[in-house]
């Protein structure tokens, strides 16, 4: 029911900023909010962000509170993820995921393609 489409990624230094995009199209049930997880290289997945598109909350990994910042443009379908102040430690496949509130990514229905982010020394 619903299509996720995420872009931004890229190379960066340390302490440099990037802003993730992933566009929406289809319906999505009641409740559902849109978030993203990110894979590092053999690991697993790991919840990043989420916001409720009632507008009413956010949500963040612990690690990147301060730095991270998940908004959304209602008019154009857009969740957004603002990366400034990027670590080594950030480098990853970052996904777009719609879906009820979890932190678990079997828990979500619908994912991106994902796109690759890696933070220089």
């Known amino acids: 029911q619903v299509q996720l489409v995420e872009s931004g990624g890229g190379l960066v230094q340390a302490g440099g900023s990037l802003r993730l995009s992933c566009a929406a199209s289809g319906r999505t049930a009641s409740g559902y909010v849109l978030g993203w997880f990110r894979q590092a290289p053999g690991k697993e997945h790991k919840f990043v962000a989420a916001?409720?598109?009632?507008?009413?909350?956010?949500y963040y990994l612990e690690s990147v509170k301060g730095r991270f910042t998940i908004s959304r443009d209602d008019a154009k379908n857009t969740v957004y993820l603002q990366m400034n102040s990027l670590k080594p430690e950030d480098t990853a496949v970052y996904y777009c995921?719609?879906?009820?509130?979890?932190?678990?990514?079997?828990?979500?229905?619908?994912w991106g393609q994902g796109t690759q982010v890696t933070v220089s020394s």
């Open positions: 995921v719609a879906g009820p509130f979890a932190t678990r990514p079997n828990d979500y229905p619908y």
């Open positions: 916001i409720n598109w009632s507008g009413n909350g956010t």
